[in-house]
């Protein structure tokens, strides 16, 4: 079968595999999509110190199950639409034992710590497989990245009464876009790029601002998500949030940021850290995917938005130069998804 990988910087290239089966308790699927993220961009570049030498990329899936070996649930069955949760948890660390999963210390994630899902078969097992029923294999593929901004709105306890202030508006921001709104908050969204923002807009955010103009006019947000990991951001976020307000960080930054920390204490704010998303989030995304399918085309979310996240679809063999492109001009891109097993 065909797979890719990165093999050094500025460089991927469609390999051959040996196709697998499912042993004890895994599930095989037949990839349609799966979507390259910020972190197979930075790997591509060589900037991603967490991923493998020669990395098979990829963890936003749009799936079919092919085959289920011994001992899987009946509830999974074989030509079933799934996505998949792309990390790993060790089950005996500090966040393992308090539930808290998503931030396994141990974590491996697929197509970074560990070979992800460019390729046309993979084997997982089935607790790590979401069933997707209802949902179109493409947008199937976008559930994993909206989940995560889903739940930095959950990490910021977000309700009807808060202003929340969005920071970054690609596929992450937007999802913590999409569920602000649907938690019935006021959302100001910002980014520097003015075709994010519009999207962002009639995604439902009340307000939005470029980030390279003067912030005038606009109401103090209670919650402020930072989903850029630039140090310019996380020092707005600090300053821009109300005082007694919410600060949830998504982005990685690079290196260390310089915090204005009298502000901290000042405006006695908590600062949560949010990583990856738990399987009420992805719930909650599926969710808000089938409602869109049937949505007005007024501001939410709705079918000919979801298809806007879609900047591209590639062949493996057209990767390379979708990435180049990307690296060009990173702001201009939301999502490029490869296409597998295109020939049914």
């Known amino acids: ?64 199950i092919a085959a289920t070996g011994p001992g899987v649930p009946e509830r999974f069955r074989p030509g079933q639409v799934v996505t998949v949760n792309p990390y790993t948890n060790c089950g005996g660390c500090a966040s393992c034992r308090a539930g808290r999963y998503n931030a396994c210390e141990n974590n491996e994630t697929l197509g970074v710590q560990r070979d992800g899902a460019m390729r046309e078969y993979i084997a997982l097992p089935w607790q790590k497989i979401i069933p997707a029923d209802g949902i179109d294999l493409r947008d199937a593929a976008l559930i994993e990245p909206m989940s ?44 520097l790029d003015p075709e994010k923002l519009a999207l962002a807009r009639e995604l439902g955010a009340a307000f939005t601002y470029n980030t390279a103009e003067e912030w005038r006019g606009l109401p103090a947000p209670s919650v402020v998500v930072e989903a850029v990991g630039a140090p310019a951001t996380y020092r707005l976020a600090i300053e821009r949030v109300d005082f007694c307000g919410r600060v949830v960080c998504i982005g990685y930054a690079k290196g260390d940021v310089e915090l204005p920390t009298s502000l901290i204490v000042k405006k006695e704010l908590d600062v949560r850290g949010s990583r990856n998303a738990t399987p009420s989030d992805f719930e909650a995304v599926i969710r808000a995917v089938r409602q869109a399918y049937d949505a007005p085309a007024s501001p939410g979310l709705n079918r000919d938005l979801l298809a806007k996240f879609v900047s591209g679809t590639v062949k493996p063999g057209e990767a390379q130069a979708a990435l180049e492109r990307w690296d060009a001009a990173p702001g201009k891109v939301f999502r490029i998804l490869t296409q597998w097993n295109t020939e049914n």
């Open 1 to 64: 079968m065909k797979a890719l990988q990165i093999p050094q910087p500025r460089l991927v290239r469609v390999i051959d595999l040996p196709e697998p089966t499912p042993g004890p308790g895994e599930i095989l699927l037949r990839l349609h999509y799966v979507g390259f993220c910020g972190s197979d961009l930075n790997t591509f570049r060589g900037r991603n110190a967490m991923a493998k030498p020669d990395v098979i990329p990829g963890h936003e899936i749009g799936a079919v």
């Open 148 to 191: 995560v901004g889903f739940h930095a709105v959950a990490r910021g306890c977000v309700v009807d009464t808060d202003t929340v202030l969005v920071i970054g508006c690609g596929m992450v921001g937007l999802g913590a876009v999409i569920r602000a709104v649907r938690r019935g908050a006021t959302v100001i969204a910002a980014d």
